[in-house]
């Protein structure tokens, strides 16, 4: 796997959790444990905290934008580059109003 949180996110997610376990149970590689155990523990439990009311706030109109707004957030959290509201706001502001 990756070193690339969000794609170690992407690659994982929507696997059923028992296959996982049994996946991590049966691995004799250690690198393939910590990144299932990384998914299991930490990555998958982070999601953006801006919502949409917030984006309209904002300026930014519902439509179809919003999904890939949101997942460039999600992969943004995930690889560690944004850590507060603040700065999700920052980063849409910057990317789609500026």
Same mark, same amino acid.
């Given at each position: 796997?990756?070193?690339?949180?969000?794609?170690?996110?992407?690659?994982?997610?929507?696997?059923?959790?028992?296959? @996982?376990?049994?996946?991590?149970? =049966?691995?004799?590689?250690?690198?393939?444990?910590?990144?299932? *155990?990384?998914?299991?523990? #930490? !990555?998958?439990?982070?999601?953006?905290? @801006?919502k949409g009311k917030d984006l =309209?706030?904002?300026?930014?109109?519902?439509?179809?934008?919003? *999904?890939?707004?949101?997942? #460039? !957030?999600?992969d943004e959290k995930l690889n560690?580059?944004?850590?507060?509201?603040?700065?999700?706001?920052?980063?849409?502001?910057?990317?789609?109003?500026?």
């Open positions: 796997p990756s070193n690339d949180p969000a794609c170690l996110y992407h690659l994982l997610n929507g696997v059923n959790l028992e296959i @996982l376990l049994f996946s991590m149970a =049966q691995s004799k590689s250690k690198q393939k444990q910590k990144a299932i *155990s990384q998914y299991l523990i #930490e !990555l998958r439990k982070i999601k953006p905290l @801006l =309209q706030k904002i300026g930014i109109k519902p439509g179809p934008v919003y *999904s890939k707004l949101f997942s #460039e !957030l999600l560690g580059r944004l850590k507060t509201k603040e700065d999700e706001e920052r980063f849409v502001t910057e990317k789609y109003l500026i």
